[in-house]
């Protein structure tokens, strides 16, 4: 093996990684996750009501979006963002949108998608007598939404949609391709830096793996203890 | 299937529609309160970080000092600045689409990019040239045939090798790197033979690097690169504003003491002294300062 | 906006004078339906064979193979392609890993891209495999038992035919995955479709059109794969036996 490791370059940019890097990519997941589950449900009340338009225009966002590369709908919503800002401040400049508000739209806007489909079929599992119930005890759609079918349907599908948010955290990597600092960012500029492509790699790599490796573990525990039998 | 059609055509017809309104930077400066200035992060001496990952450089303090001008011409001297890291590939972009204001690294003027931005006059002269690890036999470009050479995506250096290699037809195997460090990278691994690139640059690269005196740079040059200062086209208030220090700086002959400052003398972060003295071109530019992207008109 | 509108850029000459920007990003989807096909080969193959494994009931395989899942699926893609393509040359001995850096451009980034999506998409066939296999009643593989058949002609005369018409719908949007995740090689240089959107982007400084073109053939893909793939379940389609809950959603993309 000619090559000479150097594991001190982790303890030198520790600092820089995890209060730079990986605090984007936390704040990142986390706001997204939330926005992507309300835009979700959103999609997925629209796709599954009763009138038409809202339908269609519902299916064929979640149909474009799940049939698009990721890296492509980054650079999409990177260029594009400042300029549908600028035209809906109406003020035609387009308004300056730095790399973490562009992040932040693009995964939102992206995940929506997929949770949009968990959500779906969340609520379509929860049996139809419920929503009966419901309107038979007077309360009308908003109501029987928020306080009978969706409670239950995200319980039924909470561990999808913690998965999916694993899955979430591990594609913020991505924003690798519009130069953002994330996590995996910080780490290949310390890379490059110092010229130690090896052990910076490898460290990101267990870092991703010990997080996810316990989310996914504690996903399964909670699984198994929530899963209601019928 | 229809909604997407819908909405594309919508989208696009409101977009085109919007105005073409004329940039107004200054007017954007004083409503926002925040001059974003674009950077580089390995441009070394011109744009680049230094450990604190605080951007400086030749390009940078030029810029400062046009930041300073501005706060005094709109008479706010709480406007703040801001630094927004770029890269080859998307500082144009990024400067027409409003997130950088003026762009402070080591870029090319030509005519082609000009039909895009605005340039300020011309503040530094460089030459595209090959790097290389000593005792390659490498020399001139027609050595790399069957070899891989690498450069930056977005800079006019991969177009024209790109070109080179098909005009020519040198049968040079090209690849692409994010930046600049990852195509130096790939030099110092053994992946590339020869990175292509500005010659500042790549002095910068070489002084920073772990071995030093293990690269090359060609003596050939590919061709003469003036760097310019970039600002938003069809804004001639800013442009002149702007211009108008970067005029200053070389008639009062300032521009001489930044220029020593980055390029004669040790310089953060590892206090490496450049070591370039001003070109000929250089000086001839300074006398005229001139914006323009023939390159003929830097000989 | 200042943003001029050129749909005609797709008919200008690209740098390296191999044709117009459109045959270009045409060129890119060759790239990208190559890398896909061959990493679906690998994944198809691998992921059948530890999903199998999983399923045969031996407590060390199946340490083995849980091992290899979850190593698979908990780092990023993006992360496991920068291993494969910088670290794994850096870690063999220097003869091979000058040998693999010595390779010229297409092809140094293809191999690593290939085998990186190859095994990251065999983690995820494999699941299906063995999801599919405990959807099949016990009684099957103990009817294959009983009248003498040994392990593998079980599986090979009796399960996996079952299986595969089971699990067809989630393995197309499996090749669909596979398919959308050869884009992430161009961060180690393949100049596969969306690469070469970015390419045409830098040089011509037209964003829209450029991107507009990737997601456009990105989409014509995926009807293409979606039809082709539901003549394939309905021709192969088992009656009385319904698709492995296509309402059973799991997480992914």
């Not at chain 1, 309107?135 to 561990?159: C, D, E, W």
């Not at chain 3, 009684?139 to 593998?152: E, N, P, R």
Request: charged letters at 15%; proline letters at 5%.
């Amino acid at each position: 093996m000619g090559y000479e490791f150097d594991f001190d370059v982790i303890q030198r940019s520790w600092v820089y990684l995890f209060r730079d890097g990986m605090t984007f990519s936390l704040t990142l997941t986390a706001l997204a996750s939330v926005g992507g589950v309300l835009f979700g449900t959103l999609l997925a009340l629209m796709r599954l009501s009763s009138i038409k338009a809202l339908s269609m225009i519902s299916a064929a966002y979640v149909n474009l979006m799940r049939s698009l590369p990721l890296v492509l709908v980054v650079f999409w919503f990177f260029f594009l963002v400042p300029y549908i800002g600028g035209w809906l401040s109406g003020d035609g400049k387009p308004i300056k949108v730095g790399a973490f508000s562009s992040a932040l739209i693009t995964f939102t806007m992206f995940e929506a998608a997929f949770y949009c489909e968990i959500m779906r079929a969340g609520i379509q599992s929860v049996s139809r007598g419920q929503t009966s119930a419901g309107y038979a005890l007077g309360l009308n759609y908003r109501q029987t939404m928020s306080f009978i079918v969706l409670p239950q349907a995200i319980r039924n599908m909470l561990p999808v949609l913690l998965t999916q948010t694993i899955i979430l955290f591990q594609d913020t990597s991505l924003v690798y391709v519009i130069s953002s600092t994330d996590f995996l960012g910080a780490a290949v500029k310390v890379a490059n830096r110092d010229g130690r492509l090896v052990e910076m790699y490898t460290f990101a790599a267990l870092v991703y793996f010990v997080i996810c490796f316990t989310a996914s573990m504690y996903v399964r525990r909670l699984q198994s203890r929530i899963s209601i039998i019928r | 299937m229809k909604s997407i059609k819908f909405a594309a055509i919508a989208g696009a017809a409101v977009l085109s529609i919007a105005g073409v309104s004329h940039a107004d930077t200054l007017a954007k400066i004083g409503e926002s309160g925040v001059i974003t200035i674009g950077h580089r992060d390995a441009s070394i001496p011109l744009s680049y970080y230094d450990d604190q990952q605080k951007p400086i450089g030749y390009s940078v303090e030029i810029c400062q000092r046009v930041a300073e001008a501005i706060k005094t011409e709109l008479k706010r001297p709480d406007i703040k600045i801001a630094y927004q890291l770029v890269t080859s590939a998307n500082r144009i972009p990024l400067l027409a689409n409003g997130t950088i204001d003026i762009e402070c690294g080591s870029t090319t003027n030509n005519a082609e990019r000009q039909k895009q931005v605005s340039y300020l006059p011309t503040t530094f002269v460089t030459a595209n040239r090959l790097m290389y690890k000593k005792g390659s036999g490498i020399s001139v470009i027609a050595d790399m045939k069957g070899k891989t050479l690498v450069s930056t995506s977005g800079t006019t250096n991969i177009k024209q090798v790109t070109q080179m290699n098909a005009d020519k037809n040198l049968g040079i195997n090209i690849t692409t790197a994010n930046g600049h460090s990852e195509s130096f990278l790939m030099v110092e691994t053994g992946r590339a033979a020869a990175f292509a690139m500005d010659d500042i640059l790549l002095a910068g690269l070489i002084a920073t690097s772990k071995n030093p005196s293990q690269f090359e740079i060609s003596k050939e040059a590919l061709s003469v690169e003036p760097y310019g200062i970039m600002v938003r086209k069809d804004d001639p208030k800013f442009e002149a504003l702007a211009g108008g220090v970067v005029k200053d700086l070389m008639k009062s002959g300032e521009i001489n003491n930044i220029y020593s400052k980055w390029f004669l003398n040790p310089i953060p972060p590892k206090n490496i002294t450049m070591n370039v003295p001003m070109s000929p071109n250089l000086k001839k530019v300074i006398t005229n300062p001139t914006n323009s992207p023939d390159p003929a008109a830097y000989q | 906006m200042n943003y001029n509108w050129n749909w005609l850029v797709f008919f200008d000459l690209e740098p390296g004078a191999t044709g117009t920007y459109l045959s270009y990003l045409f060129g890119g989807l060759g790239w990208t339906v190559m890398a896909a096909l061959a990493s679906w080969i690998l994944a198809l193959s691998l992921g059948t064979l530890v999903g199998v494994l999983r399923t045969l009931g031996n407590p060390v395989l199946e340490k083995v193979c849980f091992v290899y899942v979850e190593l698979f699926r908990n780092v990023p893609l993006l992360v496991q392609m920068f291993l494969w393509y910088f670290v794994l040359p850096e870690l063999l001995p220097p003869q091979m890993g000058d040998a693999i850096k010595q390779m010229p451009p297409p092809w140094a980034s293809l191999v690593p891209a290939v085998l990186c999506l190859g095994l990251f998409t065999s983690v995820r066939v494999a699941e299906q495999v063995r999801s599919g296999l405990s959807a099949i009643p016990r009684g099957q593989k103990m009817a294959g038992m009983a009248i003498g058949l040994s392990t593998w002609q079980v599986y090979r005369y009796v399960l996996m035919p079952i299986v595969t018409r089971i699990i067809l719908p989630p393995l197309t949007s499996e090749f669909l995955n596979c398919t959308k995740n050869t884009s992430l090689a161009l961060t180690i240089g393949l100049m596969e479709l969306t690469a070469r959107a970015r390419a045409m982007q830098e040089f011509t400084f037209q964003v829209f059109e450029a991107f507009a073109a990737a997601t456009l053939i990105y989409f014509m893909v995926n009807i293409l794969v979606v039809l082709l793939s539901r003549r394939l379940e309905s021709r192969l389609r088992i009656p009385g036996l319904i698709g492995s809950d296509s309402s059973r959603i799991t997480a992914g993309h």
